[in-house]
């Protein structure tokens, strides 16, 4: 079992960023890969980077070149980080983080994001 704590979240000005963070603990060594997903009110969660165990990301092209995920170990502990820049009001969301590919059981109580404009 993996548990997974999100935090940084917050009310900013568009241009304005975030850092993210999300704290995994636990089965982390059977994780291959982690992810940020987030979701807009009256949107599906959608995923917007992940990172793999060679430290390869992917992001999303909405936020290709604005945000970026990164990755730390520590002694029993993996934290996974969501660096936002550029924000913009549609960037509002929950951000969450979970394994990628997702799994039910991981999702917490993600963070919100507001972006005014």
């Known amino acids: 079992q993996v548990q997974l704590v999100e935090s940084g979240g917050g009310l900013v000005q568009a241009g304005g960023s975030l850092r993210l963070s999300c704290a995994a603990s636990?089965?982390?060594?059977?994780?291959?890969?982690m992810g940020w997903y987030r979701q807009a009110p009256g949107k599906q969660r959608e995923l917007v980077a992940r990172i793999f165990s060679g430290s390869s990301t992917i992001h999303a092209d909405s936020v290709k070149g604005r945000f970026t995920i990164s990755r730390d170990y520590a002694k029993k502990k993996v934290t996974v980080y969501l660096q936002m820049n550029s924000l913009k009001p549609e960037d509002t969301a929950v951000y969450y983080c979970?394994?990628?590919?997702?799994?039910?059981?991981?999702w917490g109580q993600g963070t919100q994001v507001t972006v005014s404009s």
């Open positions: 636990g089965s982390i060594a059977s994780i291959n890969a």
């Open positions: 979970n394994t990628w590919p997702s799994r039910q059981g991981y």
